[in-house]
């Protein structure tokens, strides 16, 4: 089992930034840890992976450039930073946990999830 709570959401503007953090506790070991969003009447979709050593990051293409995943596996931490946001990048942003290596953009990949934490970028 493993537990996800987020943190970290809010209300900035446009250009703005924030840095939403993922607590895990549970089993430790995750073979990638995800970032996923929700906006209203849309379907979740996949914002930034990260693997277990943090060697390797993926990021939609909609937020390269602009977000940073990392993590820190002595704290049991996942972080996103997001910067230079804009108001589609409003969601309910959700952390992820796959226990095992599939598709990282997948949300039937991953085996965890957080409750969310919301997002809103005012234009």
């Known amino acids: 089992q493993v537990q996800l709570l987020e943190s970290g959401g809010g209300l900035v503007q446009a250009g703005g930034s924030l840095r939403l953090s993922c607590a895990a506790s549970?089993?430790?070991?995750?073979?990638?840890m995800g970032w996923f969003r929700q906006a209203p009447g849309k379907e979740r979709e996949f914002v930034a992976a990260?693997?277990?050593?943090?060697?390797?990051?993926y990021y939609a293409d909609s937020v390269k450039g602009r977000f940073s995943i990392s993590r820190d596996n002595a704290k049991n931490m996942v972080y996103l930073q997001m910067n230079s946001l804009k108001p589609e990048d409003t969601a309910v942003y959700y952390c992820a946990a796959a226990l095992l290596r599939g598709r990282y953009d997948l949300t039937s990949d991953y085996d965890y999830w957080g409750q969310g934490t919301q997002v809103t970028v005012s234009s």
């Open positions: 990260i693997s277990w050593s943090g060697g390797s990051t």
């Open positions: 549970g089993r430790t070991f995750t073979y990638f």
